[in-house]
C-alpha cells in the first residue's frame, strides 16, 4: 500500500515508471520505487511479479531526423551594392 498523496502508479500502469523512489543504489545502477519495480540506469525493469522489460531509451522511439546541409547558393554571400 502506498503512503504517498497522490498514490504511485500501479506496477501494471502505463505510467508505472513515475512512482517514488523508496531505495537508490546509483554506484550499482539500480532504485526500487514504491510500487515495487526495480528500475536499472539502463532503463530496463524488473516488475515485482518477476517479469523484466528490456531498456527502453526514448531516443529509441523516435526516429532521428535526416540531417539538412546548406546548398552551394546558400552558402555564397552576394556582393555589397
Do not use: K, Y
Not at 497522490?6 to 523508496?22: K, L, Q, V, Y
Not at 532504485?31 to 530496463?44: A, M, P, R, Y
Not at 516488475?47 to 522489460?53: K, R, S, T
Amino acid at each position: 500500500m502506498c503512503p504517498h498523496t497522490p498514490p504511485c502508479p500501479d506496477p501494471s500502469g502505463p505510467d508505472r515508471e513515475a512512482a517514488r523512489t523508496i531505495i537508490g543504489h546509483p554506484e550499482q545502477g539500480w532504485s526500487l520505487l514504491c510500487n515495487g519495480i526495480v528500475v536499472f540506469e539502463d532503463t530496463g525493469e524488473l516488475l515485482p511479479d518477476g517479469d523484466a522489460i528490456e531498456p527502453h531509451r526514448p531516443t529509441d522511439l523516435i526516429p532521428a531526423a535526416p540531417i539538412r546541409r546548406r546548398s552551394a547558393a546558400a552558402t555564397t554571400h552576394s556582393p555589397a551594392a
